[in-house]
């Protein structure tokens, strides 16, 4: 089961759920599985705070 970590104040889970490939269809975690709903395109123009991911200004997908 995941478990739920505090960092700097903000409450972020403490691994990925499985499989951690953005390609996936679907993912699970605590034995559920979560299956995709949308994809589009995004940018990012400006980010702030932190993350649990690398993420910059003119990220894209």
Same mark, same amino acid.
């Given at each position: 089961?995941?478990?739920?970590? %505090?960092?700097?104040? @903000?409450? =972020?889970?403490?691994?990925? +759920?499985? +499989? *951690?490939d +953005?390609? *996936?269809?679907? =993912?699970?975690?605590?034995?559920? %599985?979560?299956?995709?709903?949308?994809?589009?395109? @995004?940018?990012?123009?400006? @980010?702030? #705070? &932190?993350?649990?991911?690398? =993420? &910059? #200004? #003119?990220?894209?997908?």
């Amino acid at each position: 089961m995941m478990k739920l970590a %505090t960092i700097h104040g @903000a409450t =972020v889970l403490d691994g990925w +759920p499985q +499989p *951690a490939d +953005p390609d *996936a269809l679907s =993912v699970s975690l605590d034995q559920t %599985t979560y299956r995709r709903q949308y994809d589009y395109q @995004a940018q990012v123009i400006h @980010a702030v #705070g &932190a993350f649990n991911w690398r =993420v &910059a #200004g #003119g990220d894209n997908k």
